[in-house]
T-cell receptor, first 111, second 112 residues
């Protein structure tokens, strides 16, 4: 079974802090994604990576950056956390593109 | 990004009832995916559809790829309490590449 693991289930950070969300997958997938989930808005794509050191912006990249130094690891970085970034963050990976497998999510609260 | 519109936004039903939900798009999709998210977990793929008109089942779940390629439907028969969760439709971003765009979700609540 594909396993996508996010480093934290719950995080509380202060406004202005730099925040790192880590994601690791164990199936040698080329593609990895970061989504943000808010009530009524579904899942919105923040960033996508299709190879090591390669990335593309999704629908809402502002305030975020990503890092993919190794194939199995994809990090989401909040350069200066703000309260409007309080949300559920979901990492996913895929081999053939469309059938993405998700991690359990990180619920981030910025105070 | 593309808009996928799901309806209804939420449903509260009695155990044993059948459930129907749908997803529409303003543009044509080549693939439709249905995911379920249990409370506190990440979404899990339920059904994938790749051809217009395709009807696919997974246990009590049945999904259809609309003939127009602009919609898809998910039905759950004889609902049980563990069907509770959020159901998302998804399709490939701009019908190309490897990114998925998601609908807003249908929150299902089942009363025992």
């Amino acid at each position: 079974d594909v396993k996508v693991t996010q480093s934290s289930r719950y995080l509380v950070k202060r406004t202005g802090e730099k925040v790192f969300l880590e994601c690791v997958q164990d199936m040698d997938h080329e593609n990895m994604f970061w989504y943000r989930q808010d009530p009524g808005l579904g899942l919105r794509l923040i960033y996508f990576s299709y190879d090591v050191k390669m990335k593309e912006k999704g629908d809402i990249p502002e305030g975020y950056s990503v890092s993919r130094e190794k194939k199995e690891r994809f990090s989401l970085i909040l350069e200066s956390a703000s309260t409007n970034q309080t949300s559920m963050y979901l990492c996913a990976s895929s081999l053939w593109g469309h059938e993405a497998f998700f991690g359990q999510g990180t619920r981030l609260t910025v105070v | 990004g593309q808009q996928l519109n799901q309806s209804p936004q939420s449903m509260f039903i009695q155990e044993g009832e059948d459930v129907s939900m749908n997803c529409t798009s303003s543009s044509i999709f080549n693939t439709w995916l249905w995911y379920k998210q249990d409370p506190g977990e990440g979404p899990v793929l339920l059904i994938a559809l790749y051809k217009a008109g395709e009807l696919t089942s997974n246990g009590r779940l049945t999904a259809q790829f609309g003939i127009t390629r602009k919609d898809s439907f998910l039905n759950i028969s004889a609902s049980i309490p563990s069907d509770v969760g959020i159901y998302f439709c998804a399709g490939p971003y701009n019908n190309a590449g490897n990114m998925l765009t998601f609908g807003g979700g249908t929150r299902l609540m089942v009363k025992p």
